[in-house]
C-alpha cells in the first residue's frame, strides 16, 4: 500500500475484555515496529520486528502484551485483560529494512479506550 | 538512558515569522535524529532525518541542524504559514546493536500555532 494502514482507528473497550490491533506495513518494507503515545507522555516504544529474526520485545510494559508479525508482513498486537491505563494511542511505523539510516514511517494509529 | 527535551512546549506567532523548534537530548551517542510532524488525531509524517555524521538537512521552507556533541538539534521554519501548525517531535535513535538499538526516543513535543 501506498502509507502504513492501521485498524480498527478507535477501539472502545470494557476493562477486563481483549484486544487486537492491527498493522499492515508499506509494502516491500521488513522492519516494523509498533509505539504508544499516552495523553501528556511522549512516544514509547514496544516492540520492533525485523524480517524473520526473532523480535526485540524490551518495550513490552507487561505481559498482557503481545505481538506477532506472520509473513514478514501484517502484525497484530494483543493487550490482554484491558485496564484503564492501557488508554492510549497505540502507533505502528515501518522502515525499508534494519538500516538505522533509513527513515521510519508511520501510521494514523489506533485510539484504544478503556472504560 | 536518553532523554530528550523540546522547549517550548507550545509556541505561538504570526503567519510569515521565521522560527527555531529546539531539541535536545543527554546521549550523544546516537545514530540519526528525526524530525515528525503530527497533526490532531493523526499519526506522526516525517520531515527531515540527520545522520550522526551530518550537520543540516533541508526540505523547502524547513531546515534541520544537529550538533551532536552538545546534543542539539533545531528545525528551523521559514515564513510560516497557517497551514505549519502542528505538534513537532523530534526522535533519536542510539549508536550501536542488539535488543533497544532500534529504538527511537521521542521528546513530548512542541505544539506550534501560526496565527493567520
Known amino acids: 500500500g501506498a502509507g502504513v494502514s492501521q485498524s480498527p482507528s478507535n477501539k472502545v473497550t470494557e476493562k477486563g475484555k481483549d484486544v487486537e490491533l492491527r498493522c499492515d506495513p508499506i509494502s516491500g518494507h521488513t522492519a516494523l515496529y509498533w509505539y504508544r503515545q499516552s495523553l501528556g507522555q511522549g512516544l514509547e516504544f514496544l516492540i520492533y520486528?525485523?524480517?524473520?529474526?526473532?523480535?526485540?520485545k524490551s518495550g513490552l510494559p507487561s505481559d498482557r502484551f503481545s505481538a506477532e508479525r506472520t509473513g514478514g508482513s501484517v502484525s497484530t498486537l494483543t493487550i490482554q485483560r484491558t485496564q484503564q491505563e492501557d488508554s492510549a494511542v497505540y502507533l505502528c511505523?515501518?522502515?525499508?529494512?534494519?538500516?538505522?539510516?533509513?527513515?521510519?514511517?508511520f501510521g494514523e494509529g489506533s485510539w484504544l479506550t478503556v472504560v | 538512558k536518553q532523554e530528550v527535551t523540546q522547549i517550548p512546549a507550545a509556541l505561538s506567532v504570526p503567519e510569515g515569522e521565521n522560527l527555531v523548534l529546539n531539541c535536545s537530548f543527554t546521549d550523544s551517542a546516537i545514530y540519526n535524529l528525526q524530525w515528525f510532524r503530527q497533526d490532531p488525531g493523526k499519526g506522526l509524517t516525517s520531515l527531515l532525518l540527520i545522520q550522526s555524521s551530518q550537520r543540516e538537512q533541508t526540505s523547502g521552507r524547513l531546515n534541520a541542524s544537529l550538533d551532536k556533541s552538545s546534543g542539539r538539534s533545531t528545525l528551523y521554519i521559514a515564513a510560516s504559514q497557517p497551514g505549519d501548525s502542528a505538534t513537532y517531535l523530534c526522535?533519536?535513535?542510539?549508536?550501536?546493536?542488539?535488543?533497544?538499538?532500534?529504538?527511537?526516543?521521542f521528546g513530548k513535543g512542541t505544539k506550534l500555532s501560526v496565527i493567520p
Open positions: 526522535a533519536v535513535r542510539p549508536q550501536g546493536s542488539g535488543a533497544g538499538s532500534y529504538q527511537l526516543t
Open positions: 520486528f525485523q524480517g524473520n529474526s526473532a523480535p526485540d
Open positions: 511505523a515501518s522502515s525499508l529494512n534494519a538500516g538505522k539510516g533509513n527513515t521510519i514511517y
